[in-house]
Antibody, heavy 120, light 106 residues
């Protein structure tokens, strides 16, 4: 059974940093692209980042490019999201997801999500 | 970026009814489209990919269709567990989502 478990969320002040983690199990982690998708409170879904199987290629939308960094450790079956220079509009539930595809594609399994609140 | 316009924003229906949700892309996305279901307090679940392919374990009362810029999700014979929010997603580039449709019991 595919399982994705996020951790590391919490309350952080604007301009500060936070790092999210996602522990994967139930599949061969190193064979899949992985992604982060977020959902602001009572809002829709927004793709945040994708990383290739080896970690050599990363992709971001303009809204987070230059502030967020996705990375992975295949030996630990773990995915990470380093978030810097956080803004109030980054407040959301962040989901770790398995990404079917590369720069295109879909998210076939999702974690339960972790809440990040950016507020002074 | 490709914009995804989803309609309606909300929908009321009764058990056993059939409903359709629409999604319009701002440009041709060549059937690279997914539909997700999200229940309150839960993560989204993939229902359909490539516009019409059913994801593993998804009941056959769900179906997807469309091409070019226009796509739809149809749910036949609504069951209690189907009342949720639904999102379309462009899988061609920038991976943008529609704004969602909340399906409620009438």
């Amino acid at each position: 059974e595919v399982q994705l478990v996020e951790s590391g969320g919490g309350l952080v002040q604007p301009g500060r940093s936070l790092k999210l983690s996602c522990a994967a199990s139930g599949f061969t982690f190193s064979n899949y692209y992985m992604a982060w998708v977020r959902q602001a409170p009572k809002k829709g879904l927004e793709w945040v980042a994708t990383i290739s199987t080896s970690g050599s290629r990363t992709y971001y939308p303009d809204s987070v490019k230059g502030r967020f960094t996705i990375s992975r450790d295949n030996a630990k079956s773990s995915l990470y999201l380093q978030m810097n220079s956080l803004k109030s509009e980054d407040t959301a539930t962040y989901y770790c997801a398995r990404h079917i595809g590369t720069t295109e594609g879909y998210f076939d399994y999702w974690g339960q999500g972790v809440m990040v609140t950016v507020s002074s | 970026d490709i914009q995804m316009t989803q309609s309606p924003a909300s929908l009321s229906a009764s058990l056993g009814e059939t409903v359709t949700i629409e999604c319009l892309a701002s440009e041709d996305i060549y059937d690279i489209l997914a539909w997700y279901q999200q229940k309150p307090g839960k993560s989204p679940q993939l229902l359909i990919y490539d516009a019409s392919s059913l994801h593993t374990g998804v009941p056959s009362r769900f179906s997807g269709s469309g091409s070019g810029t226009q796509y739809s999700l149809k749910i036949n014979s609504l069951q209690p567990e189907d009342f949720a929010s639904y999102y379309c997603q462009n899988g061609l580039s920038a991976l943008t989502f529609g704004s969602g449709t909340k399906l409620e019991i009438k």
